[in-house]
């Protein structure tokens, strides 16, 4: 990306989360076919910032009660997270913030 090198997962999570920045984090949502709005970038440092204080990570349950307690009820809820990740909002997030998968997510 951009010159530089970063390891990857086979399912392209990044395997050192110093290897972050917004730059990779684009380049991982462009590969994933996500257009990231401020929206994406609002989860995105929240689930870096909860990785960062508590060093593991919630499962979805947890990560949608967490962000509800945060960022507020009308974003903590689960169809406000599909819209911005139809695929897997916990899954995605974790991936474009650079952070393990989830050991919840398959």
Known sequence: MDGL???TTHQGFLLNLDDW???IAGQLAA???IALTQ???EIIYFIRNYYLQYRHLP???VFTKAIAKTLGEDKGNSRYL???VPDGPLKYACKLAGLPKPPTCL
Do not use: F, G, I, Y
């Open 59 to 61: 499962n979805a349950r």
């Open 5 to 7: 090198t970063v390891a």
């Open 31 to 33: 590969h994933n076919q």
């Open 39 to 41: 929206a994406h970038w």
């Open 21 to 23: 920045s917004e730059a």
């Open 82 to 84: 599909h819209q911005l």
